[in-house]
């Protein structure tokens, strides 16, 4: 029962339009909702999160929107630059949980020039 | 700040043989974790440890062990290794305030084969 899911494996977007990139989860109890990038060869690293208390969070050009009704959770990047291209990974927690994280198996970005 | 340092970054392993993975951190985070990513995937949490001392198993933590005897290492075993553990690991590090608020910091990962 795979908790968090990340239904695109892949995404190719043109350089300055916007990506979106999607995520659903089954478990309600879930506080926090991260996600990370990754680039080849190198550990993920953390983008942006957002509390279940909240619907919306906006850091610079990423912005991610929470429907808990619907369980979903997207990742907006505007404009899309070339650098953008990388796996990115959306991650959910627990407060009482000792900071685990459940991730979603990634969704390849490709931002073309 | 080195932050969260993996060696070795790479190793070819034959069946049944063992070996430790090693993970360090510098900065002063109390959580610690080692994941396994499989081609495609994301990442399973094999072990995880709140403190030193203390470890605990997450999803996958069959063929592994642990242990944590000071903050900052947080070394992973594999014995007798399996083809099944070919796979890139990843130890990760979080600040323990505020819970699941907390992002974690990442190493680069070691990419292991075993033939």
């Known amino acids: 029962d795979q908790q968090v899911k990340q239904n695109s494996p892949s995404l190719s977007v043109q350089e300055g339009r916007i990506s979106i990139l999607n995520c659903d989860y089954t478990?309600?109890?879930?506080?926090?909702f991260l996600w990370y990038k990754k680039y080849p060869a190198e550990g993920p690293t953390f983008l942006i999160s957002i509390s279940s208390i909240k619907d919306k969070n906006e850091d610079g050009r990423f912005t991610v929107f929470l429907n808990k009704s619907a369980k979903h959770l997207s990742l907006h990047i505007v404009p899309s630059q070339p650098g953008d291209s990388a796996v990115y990974f959306c991650?959910?927690?627990?407060?009482?949980?000792?900071?685990?994280?459940?991730f979603g198996d990634g969704t390849t970005l490709t931002v073309k020039p | 700040n080195a932050g969260v340092t993996q060696t070795p970054k790479f190793r070819i392993l034959k069946i049944g043989q063992s070996m430790t993975l090693q993970c360090a951190q510098d900065?002063?985070?109390?959580?610690m974790y080692w994941y396994r990513q499989d081609p495609g995937m994301g990442l399973k949490l094999i072990y995880y440890?709140?403190?030193?001392?203390?470890?605990d198993k997450g999803e996958v933590p069959n063929g592994y062990n642990v242990s944590r005897s000071t903050t900052e290492d947080f070394p992973l075993r594999l014995e007798l290794a399996a083809p099944s553990q070919t796979s890139v690991y990843f130890c990760a590090s979080s600040y323990s305030g505020q819970g699941g608020s907390q992002p974690q910091h990442f190493g680069d990962g070691t990419r292991l084969s075993i033939l």
């Open positions: 440890s709140v403190g030193a001392g203390i470890t």
């Open positions: 991650a959910a927690s627990r407060n009482t949980n000792a900071g685990k994280s459940t």
């Open positions: 900065m002063n985070h109390n959580y």
């Open positions: 478990n309600s109890m879930f506080d926090y």
